[in-house]
């Protein structure tokens, strides 16, 4: 088997930069490389050390777009597969693979299944041109507006339409919000912005205090559009646009936004219904943990969510010295940005427990957020409310430490010999158990097991579909 020195693989994978770009469709992008090292043993038990790279690639606002593992003339063993497809699966980053000799047929069974492709050479891949967006020719002058300097979120009075542009500005999870007034002898302009962490930006809502939003509008805010396929830009009335607005619109890239109809959206009879529905389970769930429920109408509860930026509806209780907040979000979709400013509220009014639940779902990147940040996250298929009140559920309980060594002297058992439950079960969150805690399960007449609650790997690596 021949190995291949770094410094050769360097070599190629510099002079192919542009095809490696191609592969994720990020001609504007850049790569970087770094050396690995794989082994394989043989029947006379000696390892052979293989070089191959590791190339990252980055798109244009520097975010990560896929890795490539380039093996040169060497070929990919079955170890190397499972490497990559595992690599894949725990980053949720695509993943390509690049070897001349290729790799077993139980390997390429493997990335079929996994969707990674695989390439013999650089040969085969095409480069792909940047294509020049054609910018249509406005007959009337566009009127040219001035942008004062980005001021802070805080430092900006926030209407009913600066706080919704502020809220679909943080569905792009943005490191940096920051506002801009536009001079308009007519009426009040807004900029709402979200940048990253490396000040790129990744999303522009601009907010008109108008109820009929015409196509001047639209024609002083095309200027504005410059990369209309990653950065997200919107306009955003009270009542309605005029036809020849939204054709305008549609035609620069730029979404319309009515405040009234996304209002009027979101007060559908089903949502609100399960909503209820919701806060009554929470309500459930809080109570079997020994909590007391503070009325809204409660001073205490007003005094806490005063000033508070409502993220939709709350329930707060209490229990001796600790205290809990439960969350029902207003947007059916739960993302981070939800999850950090419920954060932000909690540390705000001093609550040391936290719990969201979802009307529909959560992103990968709030529940992972939650479990961070120790909020606990409830999806739409978590029953929410007392299932211990149904006659088939047995009585869960945390049992303290020293009957768990009771418990584990008298089966002649080690912890990690116990049945397993996962952190998610409908049982371990209702009575709020944590990883590690061993559960006992009464089933009536002396009749005890036990489980020891372990954290549920990711739904992917279980062979599960995502929600």
Known sequence: MVTINESMLEKEVTENTDKILSLFKVPGGRIDHVEKYSEKGDKGGKKERRVYLEIKVFNDSNQLAGIVWYFGKNRAYIGDVDKLIERKLSQKVDMILISEEQTTSAGKRKLRENKIEIHKNFEGIKTSKTKKRKKKKVKNEIKEVT??????????????????????????????IKTATI??????????KGYSSNNSLLAVYRTIEKKNVGVKEVRNFVPEVDNPVNVTYGLIGRDKFTPAAKKAAEEAGIITISLKQEQEGEGDPHTQELVLRLVKGAKEILTYRGFNIISESDKRYERLVAGSEKLGSYIIAEKDDDRIMALIPSDEVVRVATVRGFKQQLDDLDIPNGMIIAIKRFTYTANRECRILRISALRKNHPVFNIFNHMLVPDHSVIPTSEVREVLTKYHSKLHQLPKIYDDDPAVVMIDAKVGNVIKVDRGEENYSYRLVIRKPHRRLLGEEEE
């Open 183 to 192: 001079n308009d002898e007519d009426v009040p302009v807004t900029d709402v």
């Open 147 to 176: 942008i004062e300097d980005d001021t802070d979120l805080t430092e900006i009075s926030k209407s009913d339409l600066i706080t919704h542009a502020v809220k679909l500005v943080q569905r792009v999870e943005p490191e940096i």
